[in-house]
């Protein structure tokens, strides 16, 4: 069976699972949804690939997360330390097609003190990239729709779930680290340093 099979037939049990739920049989979930009969057996059996937009429909009607349809457990595990939070930063760093740089600014070249991490979402060798940098896009925007209450607090747990259930389907693969020598490490090293600043 594919992977794509296998996605189906979770997202299907979970459709299934909230309908029960909810109390409700099969013909009354096609009946809200205005579908008929066999197209909810093949949701709930996995023979129909769900959109997004029907992923979301459906769990408007069932009151549940688009994203726990899809998958994506938003209550798996809370952040709970700060090393949470730094073991993040290394298993990012661990993601094949993303990289990021860096940028650190502090005394005496600079009047504060600011770290920031970079996503070029031109990087041809990290596609990935562009999905974060257009979702930085629109959490900026939709964050700033909130502090300046233009947006409530409930729209915008809404547009998190959505975000969270279209991206649960992309799997990530991590980087294959090469093992060397500490001779060719050095020499690589020494290579890198010269290209930076020249042989001195």
Aim: glycine share 4%; charged share 30%; aromatic share 10%.
């Amino acid at each position: 069976m594919s992977n794509e099979n296998v996605q189906n037939n979770k997202i299907g049990l979970r459709i299934r699972t909230a309908r029960k739920a909810k109390g409700l049989n099969q013909t009354e979930l096609a009946n809200l949804l205005g579908k008929s009969l066999r197209t909810v057996q093949k949701y709930e059996s996995g023979e129909i690939e769900l959109s997004v937009a029907m992923t979301n429909e459906i769990a408007r009607v069932l009151e549940c997360e688009s994203s726990y349809l899809m998958g994506y457990d938003t209550n798996k595990k809370p952040l709970s330390n700060l090393s949470d939070i730094l073991q993040f930063f290394f298993k990012l760093d661990r993601v094949k097609d993303l990289n990021f740089e860096i940028e650190i600014k502090r005394p005496p070249n600079y009047d504060g003190w600011q770290c920031s991490v970079n996503f070029n979402g031109k990087d041809k060798e990290a596609p990935l990239n562009q999905d974060i940098c257009l979702f930085l896009e629109q959490l900026e925007k939709q964050r700033e729709s909130f502090r300046v209450y233009q947006t409530r607090f409930d729209e915008f747990l809404e547009w998190q779930d959505k975000t969270l259930a279209y991206h649960s389907s992309v799997p990530l693969e991590e980087k294959e680290i090469e093992e060397i020598s500490d001779e060719e490490r050095i020499r690589r090293f020494q290579e890198i340093m010269n290209e930076r600043y020249g042989n001195k």
